[in-house]
């Protein structure tokens, strides 16, 4: 006898889970981004998957998050609103909430390229990429990594020399979202005139610019990342960021990621637990709900209590990006705290769901491998440790 049609589980209801009310006092504007990012987060739903497990990149999906505004990451840019740190973290939770492939792409294209031409950029450089790239017409790639340099890229080889009324660039990146989308890349060398690392806007067309995207990846499947070989790229003079002078300024774009990467480790957590929740009162097993197990209960409790430190992690951040008193070093303990408590969450959740978890259909399996990659980029467990632990003693264990 046949044993009839499984069973469908909904899953993808924003449940609101703020136990201890850590956005209770939110702003009425803050709340409008934060609606405009569930808005999008509801468009990225029902297709999502089918991009995620060909490794296709849904490139209007991103324009459409520029249409939405959803792109500027609390920068002061021209024609658009300006939105408070915690309305950019919840945009970036709420994105992430929905996809971390998408959340990557837009902290790629507004975290750290927009940022890049806003906080470097010359008056014409602004003029002719800034909005474009805020408005997701233009995709933006940020490399800085290379093959042989991930968390240590400030050793990175890349090399910059120039010549005349044009610079050269020769190295190689690796992990380069956007890096081979035919917009712009960001690269990030060390000219070697007297050893500091520069920036400068490729136009990805540019001779000598080649970028193959990664295959054959277990998380962010959705959106492309590539390795890039740079040949003898020529670039003119003016391709250079002039407020660029050393790897310091390099840090204060890259400081910013690690708070987006600690709100989007809270959005990817949210959407694990309240996908466990929901699942425990819709899976009879035993005769009753799931729900009504200790063993259930207690899991729900834990991930529970992993899920508000972490928003009051963020929030607490978020306090000292307004007030301008935010240090590297508790940006970093974000990202290390958040990071760490996603994928215990993850781990509770997939279990829960038994067999169910590993489905795509029921998206806890995507946001478990995706937050894999959300810890280790922007600084693996171990840098973040190192950083943290530099600030308390004043010494540097760093090799």
């Known amino acids: 006898m046949s044993a009839g049609p499984s069973q469908h589980y909904e899953l993808t209801e924003a449940l609101g889970t703020d136990y201890l009310s850590a956005f209770r006092a939110i702003t009425d504007d803050d709340r409008d981004h934060w609606n405009r990012a569930r808005e999008y987060g509801a468009q990225i739903l029902p297709v999502i998957n089918e991009y995620w497990d060909r490794g296709d990149y849904p490139t209007d999906l991103v324009q459409r998050a520029g249409e939405l505004d959803l792109l500027t990451d609390g920068l002061d840019v021209p024609g658009h609103r300006r939105i408070s740190p915690l309305a950019a973290g919840l945009v970036t939770m709420e994105i992430s909430r929905a996809d971390g492939s998408l959340a990557a792409a837009a902290a790629v294209q507004g975290g750290l390229v927009l940022r890049s031409l806003m906080l470097f950029g010359s008056a014409p450089q602004k003029d002719a990429y800034v909005e474009p790239v805020a408005r997701g017409a233009l995709l933006g790639g940020f490399a800085l990594t290379e093959p042989h340099h991930g968390s240590d890229s400030v050793s990175l080889e890349t090399a910059a020399r120039r010549e005349g009324a044009e610079w050269v660039l020769n190295g190689h990146k690796k992990w380069i979202g956007n890096g081979a989308a035919g917009g712009i890349t960001i690269?990030?060398?060390?000219?070697?005139?007297?050893?500091?690392?520069?920036?400068?806007?490729?136009?990805?067309?540019?001779p000598g610019y080649s970028a193959e995207i990664i295959r054959g990846k277990g998380a962010l499947r959705a959106i492309h990342q590539a390795e890039i070989t740079l040949d003898n790229v020529r670039v003119p003079a003016d391709a250079q960021l002039p407020d660029v002078h050393s790897f310091k300024d390099v840090s204060r774009a890259l400081v910013e990621t690690r708070v987006n990467v600690g709100w989007s480790a809270l959005g990817h957590a949210t959407c694990m637990f309240e996908a466990a929740l929901s699942y425990s009162k819709q899976r009879t097993q035993f005769g009753k709900p799931l729900a009504g197990q200790q063993m259930v209960q207690?899991?729900?409790?834990?991930?529970?209590?992993?899920?508000?430190?972490?928003?009051w992690q963020c929030v607490a951040v978020t306090h000292l990006q307004a007030a301008g008193t935010l240090r590297p070093a508790q940006a970093s303990m974000l990202k290390y705290h958040n990071t760490r408590a996603a994928r215990r969450i993850a781990a509770t959740a997939r279990d829960m769901l038994g067999g169910n978890g590993i489905l795509l259909e029921n998206h806890v399996i995507r946001h478990m491998t995706d937050v894999e990659a959300l810890h280790t980029y922007e600084g693996t467990e171990s840098v973040q440790a190192l950083i943290l632990g530099r600030d308390l003693t004043g010494i540097s264990a760093f090799a």
């Open 187 to 206: 690269v990030w060398a060390r000219d070697g005139s007297d050893g500091q690392v520069k920036g400068f806007i490729v136009e990805q067309s540019t």
């Open 298 to 311: 207690e899991r729900l409790a834990r991930m529970l209590a992993d899920l508000t430190n972490m928003q």
